[in-house]
């Protein structure tokens, strides 16, 4: 049994073919996005020069799902990308995009878990539907990342982010409404 906590080492032959090194076969780009999906992490090494090429496939492999029609960075996010390789903002991008991806793994996790908490629309005919169309789209939009355990349960934080669910809920039941009424 091999630890989930290490990281799967994927190897780079001269022929360019990729081998896991823990199922001893050879993978492609889209085996090597199931395992990520599954939430864990991967390293591809060159065997020859020993290179990392991790983040050379991973954008591979980002490059390959926008080109078949699933994108899910808007042409703006792109467009800013590009021009943070070419000002001198490029050392608060890394940061700033690891911590909203942070910010947005915890908010599903929370959202999802408040969901079956708090339900006052839930009679709402048709809610059990939106509801699962959420839960997939937050799922397509994270690619099934696991969600962090950082912050403890029946702390402040989550205190506050119920109040703010319910707001939510909230304004949503009464657009609702107005919709029907």
């Known amino acids: 049994m091999t630890d989930a906590k290490q990281p799967l080492l994927i190897k780079r032959y001269a022929s360019r073919r990729l081998y896991n090194t823990e199922t001893s076969d050879y993978v492609t780009l889209?085996?090597?996005?199931?395992?990520?999906?599954?939430?864990?992490?991967?390293?591809?090494?060159?065997?020859?020069?020993?290179?990392?090429?991790?983040?050379?496939?991973?954008?591979?492999?980002?490059?390959?799902?926008?080109s078949k029609g699933e994108s899910v960075l808007p042409i703006n996010v792109l467009t800013d990308l590009v021009r943070s390789y070419t000002t001198s903002t490029q050392s608060v991008v890394p940061q700033f995009l690891a911590a909203s991806f942070e910010m947005l793994r915890d908010g599903q996790s929370k959202m999802i878990e408040n969901m079956g908490k708090i339900n006052p629309i839930a009679a709402v005919p048709g809610f059990e539907a939106?509801?699962?169309?959420?839960?997939?789209?937050?799922?397509?939009?994270?690619?099934?990342?696991?969600?962090?355990?950082?912050?403890?349960?029946?702390?402040?934080?989550?205190?506050?982010?119920?109040?703010?669910?319910?707001?939510?809920?909230?304004?949503?039941?009464?657009?609702?409404?107005?919709?029907?009424?």
């Open 30 to 66: 889209e085996d090597i996005a199931r395992v990520i999906r599954e939430g864990r992490e991967v390293q591809i090494i060159d065997l020859k020069s020993g290179d990392d090429l991790t983040r050379q496939y991973l954008l591979q492999i980002i490059a390959e799902h926008e």
């Open 130 to 181: 939106m509801q699962a169309q959420q839960e997939a789209f937050l799922k397509a939009m994270t690619g099934g990342w696991p969600t962090p355990a950082s912050t403890t349960p029946g702390s402040q934080d989550d205190a506050t982010d119920l109040d703010e669910i319910k707001k939510q809920l909230a304004e949503l039941q009464q657009k609702l409404s107005k919709m029907n009424g």
